[in-house]
C-alpha cells in the first residue's frame, strides 16, 4: 500500500543559488530517486502549527550549516541551535519516534550539545558520502519508523485488504465488486472508495483473529489499548457505548438484584435495567435553572444513605439480597461535571459489588494530569479489595473513533479478578456476529494515537483551546461593556492569561457560586472545561425572567443555518465541545457567527433575511424581525415559567408502582392502553418518557406520573402548536391527529 509520508528539509539555503543549496537539493533529488516525497522548507516559522505538521512526515533534516550560524561565533551559535532545539522539542512532545537528522558542511557532532543530540538519528556531513549514498540512510530510517506506526489490527487489515485475494465470504459484495454492477452502486463504489469496501471483511478471516472471542490481531490491539489506557482488561465493542453498558449489566445482574444508579443516566443503563429484570434506586442528581445536571451530591454515596433508599423503596425492601449489584453514574455528565472516582470508592469500600462508571463522554481523561483521579481508571490509581471497576467510554465521541466505537476497561479488585471467560459471555448477548471491521480499526488507531507522548499533548491542545475560546468570549463581553450584552460561557473564570492554568481552578470548591447547584463539598467534583455551556441572555442562576431574552433554539437554529451544528441545546443554553479533533479555525468562526447574530438581532432584521431557509419552510416567520421572534417564544417561556417547571420535574417525588421489567411486560403483552395526557395524572408509564433537551428520561416505565410532570407535557403541546419549527420533542409520547386537531398520548399500564 503507498503511503504519503514526506521526508521535510528545513534549510535556508533550500532554494538559493550557492553551494550549500545545490548540496541539499542534490540530497532532495536523491531522496526523490529513491520513490519518496520530498518537501523543503527554508525556515521554521511558526513552530508550534510546523511541529503539528509533523504528523504527515516521514522524517525531518535539519541543516545547521555554516550560513544560518553566523559568523562561528558561540554566541551565533547558541542562537541558530536554539530554533533547532525549540523545533525539536514541538516535535518531541507529541512524537518520540519520529528520524531526525542534522545536516551540515563543516560542523561535527562536537559543537552540539547533548539534549539535542540525544533527540537525533544521525548527523550528516555534506559532501562526505554520495548524495544516493545518504538518500538511502534516510530512506532506512524513515521507513523503519512509518513500519512500524500501524498497531496490530490495523496493521493486519491493511495487509489482508491489499492482498487481493478472491473471497468466497460474506459480506456479499466481495470487497466491493458487487457495487460495480449498478450505477447507484458505481455512484457508492466512487464515494467511499476501494479501501473501505476491500476492507470491510467478515469474521471468517482467520488472519485478523476474532473480535467476539478475543484472538489473533484483535487480542493484540485490545492488549494494547489496555496498556495505553492503563486498565487490566479492555474490550473493543463495535455497537456503541450503548451496548458496552448493557454488557456490563448483564455480567453481574440478574432479575431482582437492587442496582444504584444516577437518575440522570443515558437511556441505555435504563435499557438494562428493563434487560436484568433489576430493581434501581436512584440518586438524585442537582439542577441549576438553566436546565444543567450538577453532581449527586457527596452524601447520596454514604452506603447508610443508599440503605435508607432501599428501604424506602418499596420493592427494593423486599428483595432478598440487600447488597446491590453494581452502581452506575455517568462520569462527565452532557455538561461536563466529574466526580472523584478515588473517593466514591473509598465512601462505599466493598458495599457494592460492581463500579460502574459511564465515560462515553471521558475517554481522554487518562491522559493529562489535569483530570487526575477525576476518571475512573489510570495509571497507579489504588483498587478495591473485592469491588471491580468499570469504565465505558465512547470512543467516537471525544477521540478519533468512527460512529459506534466503544470500548469496556475493567480493573480488577485485588481479591478478585475478572473472569474473562464468563464475562464473555454476556459481550456476546449483545454483540452482532458480524462485527463491522472498519470500526475496530478505528478503536485501534485511536489507542494509538494516545499513545504517550502523543496522547497528553492532544489533551492539552483540546484543554488549551477550550480555554482560550473562553478568554475570547470574556474578551468580547468586556469590550461590549456593561451597557450591552453578550453570550457567557457557563463556568468558573480562568484565573491564569495563558495556557491552560491550573486545574484547582476547575475544581468545585464550598462557596463556589458560580454553577446554581447550591453548596458542594469541595474538592468532590470539577468541570471538565472542554465542554463548553454557552448562556443566552433571559434567564438567571436563580430561575428568573428577564423583560427580555434570547432562546437558545434560535440561536442554535441561526448557527446550524451559517454551517455551525451545536451538540445540544437547552432553553438559554447549548453547548459545544472541544474534542481532540477542534481547530482554532472552527471556535474562532463561532465567536464570530455570534457576533454577527447579535448584530442581526440588534437591528431586528427579518427572519428571511438572516435564517432564509428556515423562513422558506416556516413562512409563518417570514416577515418577523430576529428580536421579535426571540421575545415572543421567550415571553412563553416566561409565562409558563419553564425554567421552574423543568428543573422540578426532574426533582420532583417520583413514586414506583411497578418494576421497569414488569411494566415492561404489560407493553410486551399489549396489556396497556394509549391515554391523552389530559388524563395521565397518577397513571403507571409503560414508556421511558425522555425530553429532548436534555434527552435525560424523566420517567422510567413502571413509575408514576404526577402533576408535575403533566404541567410539562402540556406545556411541550401548547409551546409546540404556538411555535412550529421549535418544537420540544418528548420521546415516549405519541402525537396523533384526531378530528383535525393534533392530540398528545401516553401508552400507561391498564389499570
Ligand atoms: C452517548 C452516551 C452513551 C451511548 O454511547 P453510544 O456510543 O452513542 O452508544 C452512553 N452513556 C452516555 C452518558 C452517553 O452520553
Request: charged share 25%.
Amino acid at each position: 500500500m503507498k503511503f504519503r509520508f514526506p521526508v521535510v528539509i528545513i534549510d535556508e539555503d533550500f532554494r538559493a543559488e550557492n553551494i550549500s543549496g545545490s548540496g541539499v537539493r542534490d540530497l532532495a533529488e536523491a531522496i526523490k530517486n529513491e520513490g519518496m516525497e520530498v518537501v523543503g522548507f527554508t525556515s521554521y516559522g511558526d513552530l508550534t502549527s510546523f511541529a503539528q505538521q509533523a504528523s504527515r512526515a516521514s522524517c525531518f533534516i535539519l541543516s545547521i550549516d555554516d550560513e544560518e550560524f553566523g559568523g562561528g561565533t558561540d554566541e551565533d551559535i547558541s542562537i541558530a541551535l536554539k530554533s533547532v532545539r525549540d523545533f525539536i522539542v514541538e516535535v518531541r512532545k507529541r512524537n518520540n519516534d519520529i528520524p531526525i537528522f542534522l545536516y551540515g558542511e563543516t560542523r561535527t557532532s562536537r559543537s552540539i550539545p547533548n539534549d539535542i543530540l540525544r533527540e537525533l538519528h544521525g548527523f550528516i556531513h555534506m559532501f562526505e558520502d554520495t548524495p544516493e549514498f545518504v538518500a538511502r540512510h534516510i530512506i532506512r530510517e524513515a521507513r523503519k519508523y512509518l513500519d512500524n506506526l500501524a498497531p496490530p489490527f490495523f496493521r493486519a487489515l491493511m495487509d489482508y485488504a491489499s492482498d487481493s485475494s478472491y473471497s468466497w465470504h460474506c459480506p456479499g459484495h466481495s470487497g466491493g465488486v458487487a457495487f460495480l454492477k449498478s450505477p447507484v452502486g458505481q455512484m457508492f463504489h466512487q464515494f467511499f472508495g476501494e479501501n473501505m469496501l476491500r476492507a470491510d471483511v467478515c469474521n471468517a478471516v482467520d488472519e485478523l483473529g476474532q473480535l467476539l472471542d478475543h484472538t489473533g490481531p484483535v487480542s493484540s490491539s485490545e492488549a494494547n489499548a489496555a496498556r495505553i489506557f492503563n486498565s487490566d482488561h479492555l474490550f473493543f465493542v463495535t455497537n456503541g457505548t450503548s451496548t458496552s453498558n448493557k454488557v456490563v449489566w448483564h455480567s453481574t445482574v440478574a432479575p431482582g438484584d437492587i442496582v444504584v444508579v444516577d437518575r440522570n443516566c443515558h437511556k441505555s443503563i435504563l435499557h438494562s435495567i428493563i434487560m436484568t429484570g433489576a430493581i434501581p434506586v436512584f440518586l438524585m442528581p442537582t439542577r441549576n435553572h438553566y436546565g444543567i445536571i450538577g453532581p449527586i451530591p457527596k452524601s447520596e454515596f454514604d452506603p447508610e444513605t443508599i440503605r435508607k433508599k432501599i428501604e424506602a423503596n418499596p420493592f427494593a425492601r423486599e428483595a432478598k439480597n440487600k447488597k446491590p449489584r453494581i452502581l452506575t453514574i455517568t462520569q462527565s455528565t452532557y455538561d461536563g461535571i466529574l466526580y472523584n472516582v478515588e473517593t466514591i470508592k473509598a465512601m462505599l469500600g466493598n458495599s457494592i459489588d460492581t463500579l460502574h462508571f459511564d465515560e462515553a463522554w471521558l475517554p481522554h481523561a487518562t491522559f493529562h494530569p489535569f483530570y487526575r483521579n477525576m476518571h475512573a481508571i489510570g495509571e497507579g490509581r489504588p483498587r478495591s479489595d473485592e469491588t471491580l471497576v468499570f469504565a465505558t467510554q465512547s470512543t467516537h465521541k471525544l477521540l478519533a473513533g468512527l460512529s459506534q466505537a466503544s470500548q469496556i476497561l475493567v480493573q480488577d479488585g485485588k481479591n478478585r479478578k475478572l473472569d474473562t471467560h464468563r464475562f464473555n459471555e454476556s459481550y456476546l448477548m449483545h454483540s452482532s456476529t458480524s462485527p463491522q471491521y472498519s470500526i475496530i480499526a478505528s478503536c485501534d488507531v485511536a489507542a494509538a494515537m494516545m499513545e504517550p507522548p502523543g496522547g497528553k499533548a492532544l489533551v492539552e491542545e483540546s484543554l488549551h483551546e477550550a480555554i482560550e475560546f473562553r478568554r475570547a468570549m470574556l474578551k468580547v463581553d468586556a469590550e461590549f461593556g456593561k451597557d450591552d450584552w453578550w453570550f457567557k460561557v457557563w463556568g468558573p473564570t480562568p484565573k491564569s492569561d495563558e495556557g491552560i492554568g491550573d486545574r484547582d481552578d476547575w475544581i468545585i470548591h464550598e462557596g463556589d457560586t458560580w454553577h446554581g447547584f447550591g453548596n458542594i463539598e469541595s474538592g468532590f467534583n470539577m468541570l471538565d472545561p472542554i465542554k463548553s455551556t454557552i448562556i443566552t441572555p433571559g434567564l438567571d442562576l436563580d430561575g428568573e425572567f428577564a423583560d427580555d431574552g434570547i432562546p437558545a433554539a434560535i440561536v442554535s437554529k441561526y448557527l446550524a443555518e451559517h454551517g455551525i451544528i451545536i451538540e445540544k441545546t437547552g432553553l438559554y443554553s447549548f453547548f459545544i465541545m472541544f474534542t481532540i479533533g477542534i481547530t482554532k479555525g472552527r471556535w474562532n468562526s463561532m465567536v464570530t457567527e455570534l457576533q454577527q447574530f447579535k448584530d442581526d438581532y440588534d437591528q431586528n432584521l427579518p427572519m428571511w433575511r438572516v435564517m432564509p431557509e428556515f423562513a422558506a419552510k416556516f413562512p409563518q416567520y417570514e416577515r418577523v424581525g430576529l428580536r421579535d421572534l426571540c421575545s415572543a417564544i421567550h415571553s412563553v417561556y416566561k409565562e409558563y415559567n419553564v425554567a421552574r417547571i423543568t428543573t422540578d420535574m426532574y426533582l420532583s417525588n417520583i413514586e414506583p408502582a411497578m418494576t421497569p421489567a414488569d411494566a415492561w411486560a404489560k407493553m410486551a403483552h399489549r396489556d396497556v392502553e394509549r391515554v391523552s395526557i389530559d388524563e395521565l395524572e397518577g397513571r403507571v408509564t409503560a414508556m421511558l418518557v425522555t425530553p429532548y433537551p436534555p434527552g435525560i428520561p424523566l420517567l422510567v416505565p413502571g413509575e408514576r406520573f404526577n402533576s408535575t410532570i403533566i404541567d410539562y407535557l402540556k406545556f411541550a403541546r401548547d409551546f409546540n402548536a404556538r411555535f412550529p419549527g421549535f418544537e420540544t420533542d418528548v420521546h415516549g409520547l405519541v402525537r396523533e391527529i384526531v378530528d383535525g386537531e393534533e392530540r398528545y398520548f401516553v401508552d400507561v399500564v391498564k389499570d
